[in-house]
């Protein structure tokens, strides 16, 4: 599996960045030191966070032919049919259109019946917004990022709390991660026990932006390198903390 890829599948977006000296407050005019364009989006991000640690990896969704677009669709059915799975070690899914990746899904979970465990493509999803039918994911992944955001909806106050809360959707034997920012990162595995990493903040807070898709393509990149649990846990807070102390990804792994 040594040199298979990983595919992350979602959107690509251009963030446009505005710096300023501190936090504006509600109503107030600030002045912006200065102003910079960057790709975005979860799923793309995450491509590049493995790629700058040296992961083969591959993203999946739609590009637009100029610098700014609208309107461009999620990755169908239909699209991922034409993917050679047997490229692909793991494939991550930022949930979207998940009526639509339920079916990609399914049909990677077809493939891998075929072939003996460790050949098999490991499957990881990324629920991260508060849209009811995102959450028909849960039981689709051998790994499930679930977001703080996703966790207060619900009602619990603590990464601790929604692995608990969460845990009972999984499929067995998954494994569920839950980051709560400055607070660090939960997980819980097949065997029920919760383990955690502290975070580790940068010196100076520069730039949170894609800090979440950063800790998951950490995560990811441990785990596919057969690192354990408590192992990538802790490598994606660390890595999520360095990005939060520079401006973009550059210098991440410094």
Excluded at 158 to 185: D, H, P, Q, V
Aim: include cysteine; hydrophobic fraction near 40%; proline fraction near 4%.
């Amino acid at each position: 599996m040594g040199d298979k890829k990983i595919l992350s599948i979602g959107l690509v977006c251009l963030d446009i960045i505005n710096v300023v000296n501190k936090y504006p407050e509600e109503d107030t005019d600030t002045r912006s030191l200065s102003q910079r364009w960057q790709r975005g989006g979860n799923a793309s991000n995450t491509c590049t966070v493995l790629s700058l640690l040296g992961a083969p990896c591959a993203f999946m969704g739609s590009l637009a032919p100029g610098p700014v677009a609208e309107n461009l669709p999620d990755v169908s059915v239909e699209d991922f049919s034409k993917v050679d799975l047997s490229q692909y070690k793991w494939i991550h899914w930022e949930g979207r259109n998940a009526e639509e990746q339920v079916k990609m899904i399914e049909r990677v979970r077809e493939y891998n019946s075929k072939l003996e465990e460790k050949s098999r493509i490991t499957i990881s999803l990324e629920i991260e917004k508060t849209r009811e039918h995102l959450y028909q994911l849960f039981p689709l992944g051998d790994l499930v990022f679930v977001s703080k955001d996703v966790a207060r909806h619900f009602g619990f106050t603590s990464a601790a709390a929604a692995l608990n809360g969460f845990y009972g959707r999984l499929r067995k034997g998954a494994t569920l991660i839950c980051a709560w920012a400055e607070k660090g990162a939960d997980a819980m595995g097949p065997d029920g026990v919760i383990i955690h990493s502290d975070a580790f903040p940068p010196e100076k807070l520069v730039d949170t932006l894609g800090a979440g898709d950063t800790f998951n393509a950490s995560v990811i990149h441990s785990l596919s390198n057969g690192g354990s649990l408590q192992d990538a846990l802790t490598f994606g807070c660390q890595i999520a903390g360095k990005k939060c102390g520079v401006h973009g990804y550059d210098g991440i792994l410094h």
